[in-house]
């Protein structure tokens, strides 16, 4: 398993950019597919976005498709999410988390490791 450390949630006014950060430990990194996640209160964990191993694929959530767009750099072992155009809905905790089987999946059963998630609020 890797350890997983989330960064980057503020608030930010409607029509703003945050850009969160999944800072990991652990030399096999580069061999996970990464989710991010969301959960805003009173609500189930939803997926936001995934990335394969090699960052060659991505998946995205209808309701931020064109509007987030998830990368990796596997040298620095992080995990990006470029938020744009954020809307109040978009306000939740913002969680990611790593599956070492190597498939893009929706489901947060399918990922082995969490972190502890970032906030984000999104005002009107």
């Known amino acids: 398993q890797v350890q997983l450390v989330e960064s980057g949630g503020r608030l930010v006014q409607a029509g703003g950019s945050l850009r969160l950060s999944c800072a990991a430990s652990g030399r096999t990194f580069s061999r996970y597919v990464v989710g991010w996640f969301r959960q805003a209160p009173g609500k189930e964990r939803e997926f936001v976005a995934a990335i394969t191993a090699s960052g060659g694929a991505t998946a995205y959530a209808d309701s931020v498709k064109g509007r987030f767009t998830i990368s990796r750099d596997n040298v620095k072992n992080t995990v990006y999410l470029q938020m744009n155009s954020l809307e109040p809905e978009d306000t939740a905790v913002y969680y990611c988390?790593?599956?070492?089987?190597?498939?893009?999946?929706?489901?947060?059963?399918?990922?082995?490791?969490w972190g502890q998630g970032t906030q984000v609020t999104v005002s009107s």
């Open positions: 988390a790593a599956d070492g089987v190597g498939v893009l999946s929706r489901f947060p059963y399918a990922y082995e490791s």
